[in-house]
């Protein structure tokens, strides 16, 4: 019988902005290798996903097929990304989780003061744990690498305010 957490993400939606993600992160592996140091960014749902920065369209188009390729050739693991969010989102939760740790029972000034070496320790061991947890938490929960029958509908230049920007649209 499966957990409530693989029936939350095998549903429909929630399947198809991962599968969304993790194509999105694979184009931007490609995309990075080709251009490094340029600012590249992206946000996924359940259409497709955004890629902000400066790339010509045909160069977007061969990266979002070459990543879909190799994600279907079995190289999950382009589908986890060491600057997506969701490594920000557990580091900011646990490095806060620990100096909220650090600061119980503490009630005056003077004593979070005194805590505060504490404060920063804790945040430190928690961020040595985050970034490992963060891949993970991807690879099981926000990105999925296989990406079953997703298919590239459209790739739509655009702005996102000053950005330039590229809507892929997904379908599958």
């Known amino acids: 019988m499966p ?17 969304n993600h993790g194509l999105e992160h694979a184009t931007l592996h490609i995309l990075s290798r080709k251009h490094p140091g340029l600012f590249l960014a992206g946000h996924s749902d359940p259409g497709g996903f955004w890629l902000i920065g400066d ?8 990266a979002v097929e070459e990543a879909l390729t190799r994600l279907r050739n079995g190289e999950r693991g ?14 900011g939760g646990l490095a806060g989780l620990g100096g909220a740790l650090a600061l119980l029972g503490a009630r005056r ?59 892929i649209v997904t379908r599958g």
């Open 3 to 19: 957990s409530l957490l693989d029936s939350l993400l095998n549903h429909p939606i929630i399947s198809r902005v991962r599968r």
């Open 55 to 62: 790339v010509p369209t045909e160069e977007v188009k061969a």
């Open 78 to 91: 382009l589908a986890v990304h060491p600057g997506c969010g969701t490594n920000y989102l557990i580091s």
């Open 109 to 167: 000034t003077r004593d979070k003061i005194d805590r505060l070496p504490l404060v920063m320790l804790f945040g430190t061991v928690a961020l040595l744990f985050a970034q490992p947890l963060g891949f993970l938490a991807q690879e099981k929960i926000t990105t999925d690498g296989t990406p079953g029958d997703l298919e590239v509908v459209e790739i739509i230049p655009t702005r996102r305010g000053k950005m330039p920007a590229h809507r």
